[in-house]
């Protein structure tokens, strides 16, 4: 059953007369206030006023949007953002469950078992550890793809103007997406000289199923741009960050993260901050081979 479809019936089932681009409009703060606030207590009814429907009708629609309920979605995103914490960093496994979202070590243990079938300390240990479903990358990056010491840059907050998709990265989903946002930033005319394209993914296909991804495709914008049904409108935080290029398909990219937080991070001792990285997209792939695509890779850093 398509999203659309979903949703249009939800509006059918309610009487509502709100338009299908009310609702994505009103899912895009939910998603976005679960985000930033994983550490938090997250109270469903209280997610439900910030999206201005009563508790039943909201469960509903963001099962729909989702395609699983919400409170799965929390739980498995908080999971997952925990898993990558342990992969990458040497944090205290009682802080990263705090961080988490989780009030106790034992609370936090008791889901990342259920979700992974193993502890989170033996997922630490086991680097190879991964979930079923995913099939290992076949391609490989040489340094000739990727820059071994990246470069140090510390930034401003900026805007971007963003879609998302739920679904493998790459795949009519991801497309789809940037397809409506750039639409978007044609019809309003704020395709300046300056805007940047990126990308942000959520999620780590090692851990999370396909079809769970979450990835915004993002236009840094200058004015002031009002949300529009399925485009949003965020902050992206500033700070320092080490910026990597990648010479090559987007397929090496999934292997250049793998360098990055396998290698680079624990041989030098780097540190991640609490917000996603992003890519940054220097040519298009509409009028370059992808042999030729040039991508720089983002990586918030202390």
């Known amino acids: 059953m398509s999203l ?16 299908l681009k009310s609702y994505y409009e009103r899912i895009n703060v939910v998603m ?5 606030h994983l550490d938090e207590k997250l109270d469903l009814d209280y997610l439900a006023s910030l999206s201005f429907y009563s508790p039943f009708h909201f469960h509903r629609i963001m099962r729909a949007y989702l395609g699983e309920s919400l409170g799965s979605h929390i739980q498995r995103t908080r999971v ?12 205290p496994i009682a802080e990263i469950a705090l961080k988490a979202g989780y009030d106790t070590p034992a609370s936090f243990n008791k889901a990342f078992r259920k979700r992974f079938g193993i502890s989170p300390r033996k997922f630490r240990e086991d680097k190879d550890y991964q979930l079923p479903f995913y099939e ?27 879609v998302t998709a739920i679904g493998a990265y790459g795949d009519h989903n991801t497309e789809s997406a940037w397809k409506t946002v750039c639409d978007f930033a044609g019809q309003k005319n704020i395709f300046g000289p300056n805007a940047e394209f990126l990308g942000i993914s959520y999620d ?5 199923e396909p079809e769970r991804c979450r ?28 910026v990597f290029k990648l010479v090559g398909p987007f397929t090496l990219l999934a292997p250049s993260y793998d360098y990055i937080f396998g290698h680079w991070m624990p041989e030098n001792g780097a540190e991640l901050r609490d917000e996603p990285g992003f890519e940054k997209y220097l040519k298009s792939p509409d009028s370059t081979p992808p042999d030729e695509l040039e991508t720089e890779i983002w990586v918030p850093i202390k």
Request: with cysteine; net charge positive; charged share 25%.
């Open 136 to 162: 290992p990358i076949k391609h490989q990056i040489s340094m000739e793809n990727l820059t071994k010491q990246p470069e140090i840059r510390v930034i401003n907050d900026f805007k971007v103007i963003y």
């Open 80 to 91: 997952g953002f925990a898993a990558q914490f342990l992969r990458v960093t040497d944090m």
């Open 215 to 242: 990835y915004e495709a993002c236009i840094t914008i200058k004015s002031d741009v009002r949300p529009d049904g399925k485009v949003g409108v965020k902050t992206i935080s500033g700070g320092r960050y080490a």
């Open 4 to 19: 659309k479809y979903s949703i249009n019936h939800l509006t059918s089932m309610t009487g509502s007369e709100q338009t």
């Open 204 to 208: 780590d296909p090692k851990i999370t």
């Open 32 to 36: 976005q206030y679960i985000h930033n």
